[in-house]
């Protein structure tokens, strides 16, 4: 069951009477909190709250900063934030290095070369596929490909065109013998999964295409987002054959080994959480 902002932190106000010196962190989702409970110290003065969603973090902290309750600290997403020029950031809230979890452990090469190791067993098919078994060239290869469908829910989420991108089936525009976005595709299903877009098909295509066509691969790489990230390598490793073993391997599978994968250490998320901690002494996560 979700908490409203208030409930939350009416529990924070409770435990900071019972705990003055305990550190408290609120982020998005489960996944997130479980994320960072598996990285603080066990032994440490800490708790880990959930807000569901970015929105609901930076309403739990601006109650946090009104009512003058130390020791609080947000993490969100980055997301397309940069993009759409919208800043959650600041003393009390930090984003994640890139646009989520995922996409960091991707760009990270010391965490995805376990990854790829774990699971991209078929050389020859990867070969085929992507050119080269070199996992920097893989996730370059997955951070492009992601970013294509990227731009386009980008370019949705600027000009609210109400194209409604969950619950897609990647199989009907991702094909898996070259493992290319089929964009005509992409937006025809986009247009059959939405109830009332504010745009035509034929506009979509020709936005995309005018956006699009001066961009290279390491333009693309800036759009890129995990759900897309994970639902890509999916087919990578069962349609596409780059696994041995593709029995057990899904979308879900893939986000989870992303984020267990990554460190936070190898993050620079946890620099800046060093720093908050620096500056909010007697509060403290990580154990430095």
């Not at 984003?95 to 699971?119: G, I, P, S």
């Not at 098909?201 to 995990?226: H, M, P």
Request: proline fraction near 3%.
């Amino acid at each position: 069951m979700n908490q409203e902002p208030s409930e939350i932190f009416a529990e924070i106000k409770l435990q900071r009477g019972a705990t003055p010196t305990r550190a408290m962190l609120i982020v998005e989702g489960v996944k997130d909190k479980k994320w960072f409970k598996g990285h603080f110290p066990a032994e440490g003065d800490w708790q880990v709250y959930t807000a569901n969603g970015k929105k609901l973090v930076r309403k739990v902290i601006e109650k946090a900063e009104e009512e003058n309750v130390v020791g609080v600290l947000g993490v969100v997403d980055r997301d397309f934030d940069h993009h759409l020029e919208l800043d959650y950031s600041g003393p009390r809230i930090l984003y994640t290095d890139l646009a989520d979890f995922e996409t960091t452990a991707v760009a990270k090469e010391n965490c995805f070369n376990k990854f790829v190791q774990e699971h991209f067993d078929n050389a020859r098919a990867i070969m085929q596929l992507i050119g080269s078994t070199d996992a920097r060239d893989i996730a370059k290869f997955f951070m492009t490909l992601s970013g294509r469908i990227g731009c386009l829910r980008l370019l949705d989420r600027k000009h609210n065109w109400q194209l409604k991108f969950f619950g897609l089936r990647f199989q009907d525009f991702v094909e898996s013998k070259n493992l290319q976005v089929n964009i005509s595709k992409l937006i025809e299903s986009l247009f059959e999964n939405s109830k009332e877009p504010q745009i035509t098909i034929d506009e979509v295509k020709q936005i995309y295409l005018d956006k699009t066509e001066i961009l290279s691969n390491d333009d693309f790489e800036a759009f890129c987002t995990g759900h897309h990230i994970c639902e890509l390598i999916s087919i990578a490793l069962t349609e596409g054959g780059c696994s041995n073993y593709p029995e057990h391997i899904n979308p879900e599978v893939i986000e989870k080994d992303l984020r267990l994968c990554l460190r936070l250490e190898h993050t620079d998320l946890y620099t800046e959480i060093e720093g908050w901690q620096n500056a909010n002494s007697p509060f403290a996560f990580l154990d430095i």
